[in-house]
């Protein structure tokens, strides 16, 4: 079964703190994305990675940063965090092959309060 | 612009009864994937079912059945045989072949399963 972890299931942070969310994936998926979900929102994609040291913008990258040194780990990263960055952060992984091309793999998310 | 939309934020159902879930998308593309996936309470999301665009045949896996009218660019759910372990949130996507590799997220709507 594919497993992707995340580094915390809830972290409380201060403003203007430096916050890393982590992500690890273990089925050597090429890609792999970062979401926030926001009731009313649904899912809006932040940023992804295609390869490792590669990444693009997603809808809403304002205010994130992304890291992927290593082709199994993607790294979210908020430089200040702010209280409107108080979220469910959501992580997966796919890749563009196989039978099961496209269908993204989640981890359990990470439920971040920034007070 | 690639959208998704699920008309419907909240249905509810009676144990052992049958639902649909209705989704419409919009894409210029003819090759393309569409998924429904399943976020209970609190935990992990997680892949119901895919379709193939080139596909005629609706895809089915156990309880869950889609009925794919591509014309309409129409993609509904079925549960037959509904469980109380249905009851989740639930997001219709689809992704484009050969695209940016992005999947394209419905707002989701809440499932109800009163015993």
């Known amino acids: 079964d594919v497993k992707v972890t995340q580094s915390s299931r809830y972290l409380v942070k201060r403003t203007g703190e430096k916050v890393f969310l982590e992500c690890v994936q273990d089925m050597d998926h090429e890609n792999m994305f970062w979401y926030r979900q926001d009731p009313g929102l649904g899912l809006r994609l932040i940023y992804f990675s295609y390869d490792v040291k590669m990444k693009e913008k997603g809808d809403i990258p304002e205010g994130y940063s992304v890291s992927r040194e290593k082709k199994e780990r993607f790294s979210l990263i908020l430089e200040s965090a702010s209280t409107n960055q108080t979220s469910m952060y959501l992580c997966a992984s796919s890749s563009p092959r196989g039978v099961r091309a496209y269908e993204q793999y989640f981890g359990p998310g990470t439920r971040l309060t920034v007070t | 612009a690639q959208t998704v939309t699920q008309s419907q934020p909240e249905m509810s159902v009676q144990e052992a009864e049958t639902v649909t879930l209705s989704c419409t998308y919009d894409t210029s593309e003819s090759d393309y994937y569409l998924f429904w996936y399943k976020q209970p309470p609190s935990r992990q999301m997680i892949l119901v079912i895919r379709?193939?665009?080139?596909?005629?045949q609706n895809a089915t896996e156990n309880r869950f059945s889609v009925n794919f009218q591509k014309a309409a660019k129409s993609f509904s759910l079925k549960i037959s045989d509904s469980q109380l372990g249905d009851a989740a949130m639930y997001f219709c996507a689809f992704i484009t072949q050969g695209g940016s590799e992005k999947l394209v997220f419905g707002k989701g709507m809440k499932l109800t399963v009163n015993p």
């Open positions: 379709q193939e665009a080139y596909k005629q």
